[in-house]
């Protein structure tokens, strides 16, 4: 078995790199993975002496449709706001982030040696097999979590995931990453070609169409600028014959109508 890492890179992992404000605050230690961005290597700061994995991302490798806002309205590749932004026990925590005109610098938590999956199965390549349900559970927890968010880790294999002597796993590397595709889908409905279109199974399956939806944090009034009578269209129904404007018609069927009139109202 082999890595499927990118062989021409070795070169772009020097000096220039660390270089800038991420060199006052980690001192650089040997490095422990390679690929397609840059590198990754092992890291301490200089403050606490904490270990961690540092990833250099070369900016010239990251693709036009990988940018995006950070939190902090920086513009940063897609991998590194995701990671950012996301917090479960199953996906791998950012610790600091610094840039120089060509690398972003990347600190995240070192968990366990800082071992991969596939440095675990090269080394123990028969499992058991509630061992290894264990660790894929984790796997599908991390991405169950990414799902319910629209996001697609795209890129899940053994060296992306991270295993500690817990046996308690960690998912990396979302070089990959994106969200998740209403356009993809709407482009499948709308094919010419009806062989391609995609069919009401499938739609009904795709992600989009099945995601969470808590329909108590929408409130229709708030949705659609509209007439509190058009919002409880129910309340014509409480035999009243007054004008929608004013205060009375309230149904006895909810006794906090007459309360929010009110307030609404007032306002
Ligand atoms: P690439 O996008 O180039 O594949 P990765 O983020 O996957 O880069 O990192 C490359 C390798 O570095 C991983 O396969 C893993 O072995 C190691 N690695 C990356 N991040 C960590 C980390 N936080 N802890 C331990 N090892 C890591
Ligand atoms: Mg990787
Ligand atoms: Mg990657």
Redesign the pocket.
């Known amino acids: 078995s082999s890595?499927h890492?990118s062989v021409s890179l070795m070169s772009q992992c020097g000096e220039e790199q660390i270089a800038g404000e991420y060199t006052k605050h980690y001192v650089t230690l040997k490095q422990?993975?390679?690929?397609?961005?840059?590198?990754?290597k092992m890291a301490y700061r200089r403050s606490d002496r904490l270990l961690a994995?540092a990833?250099f991302i070369l900016k010239e490798k990251v693709g036009a449709a990988f940018w995006s806002d950070a939190p902090d309205g920086r513009r940063v590749p897609l991998e590194l706001s995701l990671l950012m932004t996301l917090s479960h026990p199953n996906i791998?925590s950012v610790i600091d982030v610094f840039e120089n005109d060509k690398y972003f610098q990347m600190v995240?938590?070192?968990?366990?040696a800082?071992?991969?999956l596939?440095?675990f199965i090269e080394r123990r390549p028969r499992m058991d097999e509630p061992l290894v349900s264990y660790i894929f559970r984790q796997i599908g927890q991390a991405v169950e979590y990414l799902h319910s968010l629209n996001i697609l880790h795209r890129?899940i294999k053994d060296?992306?995931v991270?295993i500690d002597n817990k046996f308690h796993v960690?998912l990396?590397?979302f070089?990959s990453a994106t969200f998740m595709n209403l356009e993809q889908l709407l482009r499948r409905m709308l094919c010419k070609e009806p062989g391609a279109r995609c069919t009401v199974p499938q739609l009904m399956a795709h992600p989009w169409i099945r995601q969470p939806v808590n329909l108590a944090s929408y409130n229709f009034q708030e949705i659609v600028d509209c007439d509190r009578h058009e919002a409880n269209p129910e309340m014509y129904f409480s035999g009243s014959l007054e004008s929608p404007r004013s205060n009375s018609p309230v149904s006895l069927a909810d006794p906090l109508a007459k309360e929010r009139s009110m307030r609404s109202e007032a306002e």
Do not use: P
């Open positions: 890595r890492q422990i993975g390679k690929g397609a961005y840059g590198c990754v994995v990833k791998v995240m938590e070192k968990h366990g800082g071992m991969d596939f440095e890129d060296e992306n991270i960690k990396i590397d070089g």
